[in-house]
């Protein structure tokens, strides 16, 4: 099985209550990738990066299996750059610069030797990108996942629900979901955004957990509660790539397997907070992701005898 | 095995998204004992009502095994009085009217007829009263649960922290857990919490579910993703009485089992929500508890093979 992930490969600054970075390297598809490689091999990048972007990265990414064939590199433009700063709840955030650069002129091109992959995760980008990826693809994968983001409703909101009629599964805040459907509660909600057409969706609440909606099923995954969340920047990302990892590495695509893939998701998502950008992500071995795993188990089981 | 609580009995008036009441009975000891006596009886209540408390509220109490011998009636007073607006989040809401009534001069007694209870269920009131039905008991319960809220801790923290070395749990939500502590951080303020008395601790999180912490433990309960939240007016006592009810019922104290009498108890703090006021508790069926349970069981459950 393989995965093609589209997304950005980027720089971020990030001011959070515990400190500040630099430039570090960040972007969707980063994330994904890190995440998703402990389960799957090769993960098919797609995404563009400037003449700043560091080799070591691209060098890292290859020893974990990561093909990076569809990256495009432009020589006389820098990356993608992104700043923000986080609030005390971590759930809210300031932009303070969005600079393009080589986002500006991103023409995603799908690699002969990615044809016929499985999986697809259509990380955020604007949603012409991530339909022209799927239009590229001689052969429907399994399974094609998307995230997006609030701004791409307000801007672009009918090429958005274009590319929903496409896809199986849609990745969303909780908020999101709210502005999708025009609906307040989260069970009506998902049930619109179940005719948009995706079959299943995921609505992410951060320090909340997440919810897995199709047809009448709802799975609730928890988040483990952090003794400090440090960076949530790339958090969702890093929940989508363990997610599709676990997902790409069984070939399952039920909702049963979906909730396993979840709380993998989940558990991937937790090691990334706990370092500024995909620093930590680098360093975790097959062992801690385990027993992170393990703990997922031990937070939610209980044992019911009915009354 | 018998269960004391100690509450409000009363009357609310509420205004939510979805409608608005006139006064209908409400109070904290209410909604603990039409919650728990589905599980244990007898419910040994402790609380006041004046001259307007609906006696067939009384009498409904008494055949589900409520025993209101604590109950003082004053003839010459109204009871207590609440009055609420609701926003769309449900999470938060604004007081228009509190007047005390007879709260004013409550100074519970315990019946004689309650002597040797098990269980002790602190419903949210001044916390000196509190203290003072501990100090009754000639025995000192199996266990004694405390609620409390962010008023006292803004008017009588110290009288909340002498109670709070006397009780075993502690239930509040989340920012009365950040509040009473000083730490933002859930699972920091949690250890705090638990070095002042209380050596298991709730934390409430409304449509986010629960958690319950002990020692180095911790456990997540859902909620219910519901399609319509009508009013969340004692939800959290309706949670403290399911989480009573099955602890005396089956005698075990065990964080073991608390897991699961807080997932007893948000099954029916999921009913309560439906409809306003104590309405839904009042009808609900054995068979309807059972299969809301059933429900929590499905919504977190997975399978997982360790990768």
């Known amino acids: 099985m393989s995965l093609i992930v589209l997304g950005t490969m980027a720089y971020d600054a990030i001011e959070t209550p515990f400190g500040k970075t630099e430039k570090i390297v960040g972007g969707s598809a980063t994330y994904v990738a890190y995440a998703a490689s402990n389960f799957i091999k090769p993960v098919q990048q797609i995404s563009i990066v400037g003449n700043d972007f560091d080799p070591t990265i691209i060098d890292d990414l290859n020893r974990r299996g990561v093909m990076t064939d569809g990256v495009e590199r432009v020589p006389d433009k820098p990356s993608f750059f992104w700043s923000g700063r986080y609030h005390m709840d971590m759930n809210t955030r300031d932009t303070l610069v969005t600079d393009l650069n080589v986002l500006a002129d991103f023409n995603p091109q799908v690699p002969d030797s990615y044809q016929g992959a499985e999986f697809l995760m259509l990380g955020n980008l604007m949603p012409k990108l991530q339909q022209q990826v799927i239009e590229q693809l001689k052969t429907r994968p399994k399974l094609i996942v998307l995230d997006t983001m609030n ?37 009506k909600a998902a049930k619109k955004v179940m005719e948009m057409g995706p079959k299943f969706l995921i609505i992410k609440k951060g320090e909340h957990g997440a919810l897995l909606f199709h047809g009448n099923h709802v799975f609730f995954a928890p988040a483990l509660p952090l003794e400090d969340v440090f960076d949530p920047t790339g958090a969702g990302d890093t929940f989508a790539g363990g997610f599709m990892g676990h997902l790409a590495k069984t070939g399952d695509i039920s909702f049963n397997n979906m909730k396993t893939a979840i709380i993998v998701g989940s558990a991937m998502a937790s090691f990334c907070v706990e370092k500024f950008g995909p620093e930590r992500l680098q360093e975790i071995t097959k062992k801690e992701i385990d027993e992170r795993i393990q703990q997922f188990v031990n937070l939610v089981q209980f044992d019911i005898d009915l009354v």
Not at 152 to 181: C, F, G, P
């Open 151 to 187: 701004f791409w409703m307000e801007i672009a909101m009918d090429d958005l629900k274009q590319v929903l009629t496409m896809v199986d599964v849609l990745l969303v805040n909780d908020s999101e979901a709210r502005q999708l459907s025009g609906e307040y509660s989260l069970v």
